[in-house]
């Protein structure tokens, strides 16, 4: 299994305090990204980032921020966590931007709940 | 838009049945396709890379149809241990942007 962790792995919250998740990975891969799975839905990219540094939204990006200082640390941040944003958050790295045949592996998930 | 669309199903087969998954997609530039597996409550796990001639691995084989913009998944002899959701995952391949998963088609083997 690819070297992916993710903390916590379960939190509950209340709405309009900050959540910050953080996925770390051993594999040194350069692409990083940060899903929500939600019932109805499939997965959903929230934020990526192709390098320290650089970073780039995806589908539903609202009301999240993401900060990567190191290779192996992605950090997603709800700002003020409403409770739409409770959901099953799952990170995930790629060596390449899923050109070719290469793959994402993600990591554990964490269940966020926010009430 | 980029869609992926399969039926969420569930398929409830009996143990050594065969099944069949499809999956379709909206983009004709498609580059790259993959099937994921996701057990309950566990992060989706990759199955197999789907390429243009097919390809197998054990009991399971992946086709594309390219022309009519669909991926199908082959399960024979089916397990219980096969039990869980599907994910058809396409590459659509437009700058970085990354891959685009459909919402799944649950399979359950029965005893």
């Known amino acids: 299994d690819a070297g992916i962790t993710q903390s916590p792995r379960h939190k509950v919250t209340e709405t309009g305090t900050p959540v910050t998740l953080r996925c770390h990975q051993t594999?040194?891969?350069?692409?990083m990204y940060w899903y929500r799975q939600d019932p109805g839905h499939g997965l959903r990219l929230i934020h990526y980032?192709?390098?320290?540094?650089?970073?780039d939204k995806g589908e539903v990006s609202d009301g999240y921020s993401v900060s990567r200082s190191k290779t192996e640390d992605f950090l997603l941040t709800l700002e003020s966590a409403t409770s739409s944003q409770t959901s099953v958050y799952f990170c995930?790295?790629?060596?390449?931007?899923?050109?070719?045949?290469?793959?994402?592996?993600f990591g554990p998930g964490t269940r966020l709940t926010v009430l | 838009r980029k869609e992926v669309e399969q039926d969420p199903g569930p398929f409830n087969v009996p143990e050594g049945a065969t099944v069949a998954f499809n999956c379709t997609y909206s983009?004709?530039?498609?580059?790259?396709f993959f099937w994921y597996r996701q057990d309950c409550r566990k992060e989706p796990k990759l199955l197999m890379s789907?390429?243009?001639s097919g390809n197998e691995d054990g009991r399971f084989t992946a086709q594309l149809n390219r022309a009519s913009q669909y991926i199908s998944l082959l399960i024979r002899d089916s397990k219980l241990s096969d039990s869980a959701t599907y994910l058809c995952?396409?590459?659509?391949?437009?700058?970085?942007?990354?891959?685009?998963f459909g919402k799944g088609t649950r399979l359950s083997v029965i005893a």
């Open positions: 789907v390429y243009s």
């Open positions: 995952v396409v590459n659509f391949r437009v700058g970085n942007t990354p891959l685009v």
């Open positions: 594999e040194n891969h350069r692409y």
């Open positions: 995930a790295i790629s060596e390449s931007p899923s050109g070719g045949y290469d793959t994402q592996y």
């Open positions: 980032s192709y390098g320290v540094k650089d970073t």
């Open positions: 983009n004709s530039a498609s580059q790259s």
